[in-house]
């Protein structure tokens, strides 16, 4: 067994996680200022996981050593009755369930679906937008995000009615589970908050969209939305074992491709107003490329800002807020001796906070990322969508989704968001505003 190059540096965690109770997330950014890239370990009574924050460290975990770490353990557990064995798991389930899925995401067929994406999301916003009413920003986002993406690639198999109640039931999901996020040494068999909340959660995802994939397989459909080429793909696996390999594939293609960018774009809306420079370039290169016309894809190329803008936003409010691994096997990272079993904490929206790499890191510039920029970086110092062989397969999808969004919306109008003036993320698997964040929406 390898030893310790230096003994190991513990930081008390549960003492941070009492004082942050309400704004759990506060207590890891707080242990990731006081590791400063060091890798350390979180003292959590019976449960010690290390702390990986440095890009260096996190390139050896995703990718150096990549098959050592898996998603098991801590936050994996909890939710997989909603993620499955698919996309979200490891091993040759992950490899099977990613060589289906990755071709609906290459840059390719992404672009093929940009236009009908871009006319999907302006008549959700002319649907959905009232100038002048209050609305719930989170619900108001999904909104057009859920349908947009529905719509794209699962054509008529999810109406929109069930639509409705997918939104709901995933919100649930990620969120009624966050208390065990930070305990993850209470028993599976202990009843905890949320724990019914989430089973309601999966019996809802499930009645959605069982019905779609057995009438698919029963009718052996030749279509070319997603549910119709997971039952292809498929096809020799026979029974409910089939169908619930469709189903894990479907939940995450879905998840992928709506949860995080919905999550993602709801942090929008308080950055434009607390940050009123930035909002300024942000409104001006809209009025000046879009103007009164519809968005289209022909305006991306000159959004280049805008880009800029969301990059930003991913570097400070990353939806995948943290990552953990398991170690199969012993190993050495950093100097440090990461024993088999341990579980190991990554999370890009600490490394994105480091000091040592990025200047005045809690400073919302979209200017760290002008063109050209990435040469100055470690690789691993920005990893928004992950890294390694499990980087996010929806990347090219939010990147071409979010300027839709964004635009469209401020091509009309300009955000007023009531909240108390900090931006607070609340405890969920991934990186979400302060419930009940309203705003109103005016003309520009």
Request: hydrophobic share 45%; proline share 9%; net charge neutral.
């Amino acid at each position: 067994m390898a030893i310790d190059a230096a003994p190991t540096r513990t930081l008390p965690f549960l003492r941070k996680l009492t004082r942050h109770a309400r704004i759990p997330v506060n207590a890891f950014e707080e242990a990731g200022t006081q590791a400063d890239g060091e890798l350390v370990r979180l003292s959590m009574g019976p449960f010690r996981p290390y702390l990986v924050t440095h890009p260096d460290h996190v390139q050896h975990v995703l990718v150096r050593n990549q098959p050592n770490y898996v998603r098991e353990g801590m936050f994996w557990d909890p939710l997989a009755p909603l993620l499955g064995e698919g996309i979200f798991s490891d091993g040759e389930s992950w490899a099977e369930s990613r060589r289906i899925l990755q071709p609906l995401f290459t840059a390719k067929y992404v672009n093929s679906l940009a236009e009908r994406m871009a006319e999907l999301i302006h008549e959700l916003i002319e649907e959905t937008v009232v100038p002048g009413r209050p609305f719930d920003v989170a619900e108001g986002i999904s909104a057009i995000v859920h349908p947009t993406i529905v719509r794209l690639f699962f054509g008529a198999k999810i109406s929109a009615t069930d639509i409705q109640r997918l939104v709901p039931a995933y919100d649930v999901a990620v969120t009624a589970k966050a208390i065990r996020l930070v305990m993850p040494f209470m028993p599976a068999a202990f009843p905890m908050p949320g724990d019914q909340a989430f089973r309601r959660a999966i019996r809802t995802i499930d009645d959605v969209v069982y019905p779609p994939i057995r009438q698919a397989r029963a009718e052996d459909q030749e279509g070319d939305d997603v549910v119709s080429r997971l039952v292809r793909a498929r096809r020799d696996i026979a029974g409910q074992e089939g169908e619930r390999r469709i189903r894990d594939d479907l939940v995450a293609m879905h998840g992928a491709s709506t949860e995080t960018s919905a999550t993602a774009l709801t942090w929008v809306w308080p950055v434009l107003q607390a940050y009123p420079e930035v909002a300024a370039k942000v409104y001006e290169e809209v009025e000046r490329v879009v103007g009164d016309e519809p968005l289209s894809t022909r305006h991306l190329p000159d959004l280049v800002y805008l880009r800029m803008f969301v990059n930003e936003l991913l570097r400070l409010y990353p939806p995948g807020w943290i990552l953990p691994r398991r170690a199969v096997a012993t190993d050495v990272v950093g100097g440090v001796t990461i024993e088999a079993g341990s579980t190991v904490l990554l999370s890009p929206y600490l490394t994105h906070r480091l000091p040592r790499f990025w200047d005045r890191p809690l400073e919302f510039d979209p200017e760290r990322f002008a063109p050209g920029g990435e040469a100055k970086r470690h690789r691993y110092a920005y990893w928004p969508f992950g890294a390694g062989p499990h980087v996010c397969f929806g990347q090219h999808l939010f990147m071409m989704e979010a300027p839709l969004l964004i635009a469209g919306i401020l091509r009309k109008y300009r955000p007023i968001v009531h909240h108390n003036g900090q931006l607070t993320p609340r405890l969920a698997s991934s990186l979400r505003a302060a419930a009940g964040l309203t705003m109103t929406l005016v003309p520009a």
